[in-house]
């Protein structure tokens, strides 16, 4: 005798799923890499601005650690280079493939060394002076340098060997601290622009790609696997006796295994993470920078209202943590992928832009945020 489930039972079992492991954790670690990279970032910037003032011969003058920071132009643009990196990698990537493994490792072993210097660097620094080794044409290195890259190159081995999706996450997580932290967004009209693009992006490629292609072009690149090199090697060296190496899942998303249901799992593209990511991090800086210009003014400031307690990083990210809620319950509802740009872009860019106008800030975030002005006594936090 079979029984249809009651509206109660199906909700429960929503409720569930949302409360699995995998689900959790799609709340919690990009929220963490945000916040982390974007501390990074910020300390990155006041740790230049302190060597600058000192600028002595040695050091001579500083270029910021090599951040790159977008124009109008690139925030455009950026949206365009991503769909044709997609369709190439749609098109060519059984062709390809061996090039897109080799040039991912080489990148994520760079991005998780920068992940794991801070580690090092806190393990060795009651046995390490900050002398430099000298490595020839390579450059001069810490040793805390040289052991999270060589850390970072044994991870990156390992997951060649292996395929964990545990590696692979590691190796993602890299990938999202160095970009948020090495690129920058100088104004919230560049954000603006550039969230709202790659909005239009992701909606276009998830819901219409597959009238034009015959097929989910963001869903396929996604979930293809390349071949490992390991194998590639043992056949043109003739290792007949070798073992068969698993196909390598390429970082591009981070992959969370559910622990209450074998073989369900919860996946998040990195983009979904970095560029709202590099909108938290903007908005870290203009209030870092307006604390400072607040400290810097005329005493007698009076005390600040109950709105302007809550920074502007705070409110994206909670307006992030909604939007990754909503993009959970839309999977759910729809059984199907769904665009979380569609969903975080709004929760956080909105909240952020009504908060500025309410604060005043808006005219002065949208175009010049990092100019320095005379700033009135009764100035808001």
Known sequence: MSSIPSQTEVNSSQMYSLMDSSRVSTFLIPMLLIVYGSFRSLNMEQEAKLKEKENTPKDGCVNDNNVQTLDTMQALCLPLGASVSLLVMFFFFDSMQMLFAICTAIIAAIALAFLLLPMCQYIMKPCTEK??????????????????????????????????????????????????????LPSLKVSTLLLTGLLIYDVFWVFFSSYIFSSNVMVRVATKTADNPVNLVARRLHINGAKEVPKLSLPGKLVFPSMQNSGHFSMLGLGDIVMPGLLLCFVLRYDAYKRAQLNSAD???????????????????????????????????????????????????????????????????????????????????
């Open 299 to 381: 005493a007698g400031v009076p005390p600040t209202k109950h709105l302007n307690r809550i920074t502007y990083f705070h409110c994206s990210l909670i307006g992030y943590f909604f939007g990754l809620l909503t993009a959970t319950v839309s999977s759910e509802v729809f059984k199907a992928a769904q665009p979380a740009l569609l969903y975080l872009v709004p929760f956080t860019l909105f909240p952020l832009l009504t908060m500025a106008y309410l604060k005043g800030d808006l005219r002065r975030m949208w175009s010049e945020p990092f100019i320095a002005t005379n700033l009135p006594k009764n100035l808001d936090v």
């Open 131 to 184: 002398k430099k080794i000298s490595l020839g044409v390579c450059g001069r290195f810490t040793p805390a340098e040289l052991v999270a890259f060589s850390l970072s190159v044994s991870i990156v081995c390992i997951w060649v060997l292996t395929g964990h999706w545990l590696l692979m996450d590691a190796m993602g997580m890299g990938l999202c601290v160095a970009f948020i932290a090495f690129v920058r």
